[in-house]
């Protein structure tokens, strides 16, 4: 008897872009598909593990080094891992990729001035205003996934449509039928 | 279709006490029977989650809410969780436990006086030499637990009894039976 290795749904993108909301909407989704899934979110992340680092670049790779560790544990034990976090870095998200194993990029793409105009938690006004530095997109780099499993684009596509998109991804990629079968 | 929650197994003891041993034992012999296990050692975590940390009182508490916080997340989509680790204090135990849900406490007894003896990583040496500060022990207390669900006495059983016993006591719980039984 082997127990089934599970897989991480990794939500790269701009602050603001709706990773989050994407994310949990996914994990609704799966949850009802009777999945053992769990959501890393980056803000809760922050709180729960890692809440001494700031967000230069050398925090922020240690803080997704830390998503990456914990995911990669819950991946291998079965589990449904949903992440939420900027992940800025392509090299960072690279090295959670290799170390996670079965790993899908998503990449929440939304222009820069979409995400500033959204703004839902008045970080980007921050930024602008010197008050945070080292803010991705502003005063950090964000490098864009070059070969995402999945590319949705909020400032098109409706929640429900990039959801969409999201499983039929998931169920091509076969990673939906080792759960529905038993 | 609903997943089966997992459980988390938390030894507590003095350094030298005989906790990753154990664990380890544990972790051979429940990834055996096919279980989704995963071992989390004191000195991994605190490279992978905690390595800013000390072991001021503050820091370790940080320490044990960090690692109870990753064990939730494991036993909730099914992992069965091997913590190793000091946790010292009662309080931060019975919160992991309120946390976890699944819990499972083995106190891994041994006098002070052995695990000086046994002083596996010359740790104890340091501490009276001082230069650890806070070493539980000798600097900094430790907790007896008053009613853990398991027992061993590493002073006087051989790591094989102790390990017989855990396993009995999982089985007398009936921790092992949706496993065994899928």
């Known amino acids: 008897m082997k127990h089934a290795k599970g897989f991480t749904v990794w939500f790269t993108g701009l602050s603001g872009a709706g990773k989050s909301t994407l994310a949990t909407l996914l994990k609704d989704s799966l949850r009802q598909l009777g999945l053992p899934v769990v959501l890393l979110d980056g803000d809760e992340v922050r709180k729960r ?42 090299h960072a998200r690279a090295d959670a990729r290799r170390e996670i194993g ?17 703004d839902p938690k008045g970080l980007y006004a921050k930024a602008q205003r010197k008050e945070i530095s080292c803010f991705t997109g502003i005063s950090d780099p964000y490098e864009e996934p070059q ?19 999201i499983l039929r991804q998931l169920e091509e990629l076969e990673l939906l039928k080792p759960f529905t079968e038993v």
Chains 1, 2 share one sequence.
């Open 49 to 90: 593990l890692t809440k001494e680092l700031g967000f230069t670049r050398e925090d922020r790779e240690e803080n997704i080094r830390r998503i990456a560790y914990v995911a990669t544990l819950l991946t291998n034990v079965g589990g449904v891992v949903i992440v939420a976090a900027i992940s800025p870095y392509a």
């Open 102 to 118: 079965n790993f899908v990029e998503v990449f929440v793409k939304c222009p820069l001035h979409v995400c500033i105009e959204r």
């Open 147 to 165: 070969n995402p499993e999945i590319l949705v684009e909020t400032n098109t596509e409706q929640p429900q449509d990039s959801l969409q998109k």
